[in-house]
Structure formats: structure tokens, C-alpha cells
């Protein structure tokens, strides 16, 4: 069985930094693309920032520049620098990872963390 939990939400100022953590734990054999999604109330789970299994990434053009995906496959992680946020970012942030165990691959979610920013 796979779990993922994150860490790293919070209240902050707007121009202010956070640092989302996702790891994930169980019978892993192998991980693939990894990302960040977030849902804002009354609106639908956006993509925010992916990596892949070889480093590349892609960003919702609202955050590039700002935002940075990172993983350390070790550790079976993938991080999320925000910086300079802004009020419009504030929802819940959700990890999604591509996971491969004994019984094949499956795309498995973290259990959400709440971000704020006050203007």
C-alpha cells in the first residue's frame, strides 16, 4: 500500500515564500512524473507544476517564475517552492505522483494542504 502526505502549508503575507513537501512511503519499486495541483473554493482542481521521471518540467504560466518543482528520487519526493505569492494562490495544494509496485503502476494523490495569503 502507498501513502503520500505532505507538509509545508500555512499562512503567509502576500510576497511572501512557502516550501510544500510530498513524500511517499510503501512498496515502492519505482516513481514517474510528479506534480502539484490546486483547488481554490467553488473551482476545479488546476495542474500547477509537473516534473518528470528525467527532471523536465512544465508550470501553469500563472506561477513561472515564481514557483520551482524539484524532486529527490531517493527520498521519493517532490517539493514546491513558492515564492512572491500572491492572494490569488491560495487554495488547497494536492501531490499526485506516478507510483510502480509489485501490482503495476497507479497515479496516487496526497491529502491536500491548505494555502493561505493575506493581502
Known amino acids: 500500500q502507498v501513502q503520500l502526505v505532505e507538509s509545508g502549508g500555512g499562512l503567509v503575507q502576500a510576497g511572501g515564500n512557502l516550501r510544500l513537501s510530498c513524500t511517499a512511503s510503501g512498496s515502492i519499486v519505482g516513481t514517474g512524473t510528479m506534480g502539484w495541483y490546486r483547488q481554490a473554493p467553488g473551482k476545479q482542481r488546476d495542474v500547477v507544476a509537473l516534473?518528470?521521471?528525467?527532471?523536465?518540467?512544465n508550470y501553469q504560466d500563472s506561477v513561472k517564475g515564481r514557483f520551482t518543482i524539484s524532486r529527490d528520487n531517493a527520498k521519493n519526493t517532490v517539493y514546491l517552492q513558492m515564492n512572491s505569492l500572491k492572494p490569488e494562490d491560495t487554495a488547497v495544494y494536492y501531490c499526485?505522483?506516478?507510483?510502480?509496485?509489485?501490482?503495476?503502476?497507479?497515479?496516487?494523490w496526497g491529502q491536500g494542504t491548505q494555502v493561505t495569503v493575506s493581502s
Open positions: 516534473i518528470l521521471g528525467g527532471g523536465g518540467t
Open positions: 499526485n505522483m506516478a507510483i510502480s509496485t509489485m501490482s503495476g503502476k497507479k497515479y496516487y
